[in-house]
């Protein structure tokens, strides 16, 4: 069954260092998504991307964040200088079609901890 | 904006109990319905969904939950607890077809069901 994938799984960085986080959604999916849950927390929505370009972000994701699909595989999420409070698990998604209902299919996250 | 709240941050039970995970949501319109289980070391899998067929909706492993307008709720049961179904539970909304959204889930809480013999 086709599944979405990240990298790393967990990945320790010093703060103001640039990561970037790695997901291959489902081949023919066209939706994707970045969600984070800081520990102890809920689950949070960072941003939507569709047809290359951003649909929607959370207030969360200001300008130290970007999303790029720079090979039609990857979806990746930078985040340019890592401050402790980026420390969380970031889930990766990704949709088939248009349908807002339809099912969102998530990766295993990767577990970033800031130093 | 929508908010979800999951009544009960642990929640335990006898394998063979009956499990109850509660939901209850806020949003002027009602809205898809999501629940999400998360195993140690896995993503979040989808359980069940309800997006405005029938209100009672059977998932995965046994699970089933009903929508209730009423009560703005949507909470999960399965009749007979599975050491198995040991688990983080996820209730999650998305905004229906034609609002602002691209399809973003909101997420209560989580509810860790510890089931033991």
């Known amino acids: 069954e086709p599944e979405v994938t990240q990298t790393p799984s967990h990945q320790v960085t010093q703060m103001g260092q640039e990561v970037i986080l790695r997901c291959v959604p489902i081949?023919?999916?066209?939706?994707f998504y970045w969600y984070r849950q800081i520990l102890g927390q809920k689950v949070e929505f960072l941003v939507s991307f569709y047809n290359n370009e951003i649909s929607e972000k959370s207030e969360i994701f200001d300008d130290q964040f970007s999303v790029e699909r720079p090979d039609g595989s990857n979806f990746t999420l930078k985040i340019r200088s890592t401050k402790l409070e980026d420390s969380a698990m970031y889930f990766c998604a990704s949709r088939l079609n248009g349908q807002v209902s339809g099912t969102q299919y998530f990766g295993p996250g990767t577990r970033l901890l800031v130093l | 904006a929508q908010s979800v709240t999951q009544l009960g941050s642990h929640v335990s039970v006898s394998e063979g109990a009956l499990v109850l995970l509660r939901c209850n949501y806020s949003s002027s319109v009602p809205p898809y319905l999501f629940w999400y289980v998360q195993y140690p070391n896995q993503g979040l899998q989808l359980l069940l969904k309800y997006t405005s067929a029938a209100t009672l909706v059977k998932g995965i492993n046994g699970f089933e939950a009903e929508f209730k307008k009423s009560e703005t709720s949507f909470h999960l049961t399965k009749p007979s607890a599975h050491m198995s179904d040991a688990a983080e539970y996820f209730c999650?909304?998305?905004?229906?077809?034609?609002?602002?959204?691209?399809?973003?889930?909101?997420f209560g809480q989580g509810t860790i069901l510890t089931v033991h013999p």
């Open positions: 081949s023919n999916h066209l939706y």
């Open positions: 999650a909304v998305s905004e229906r077809a034609g609002g602002t959204s691209y399809g973003k889930l909101t």
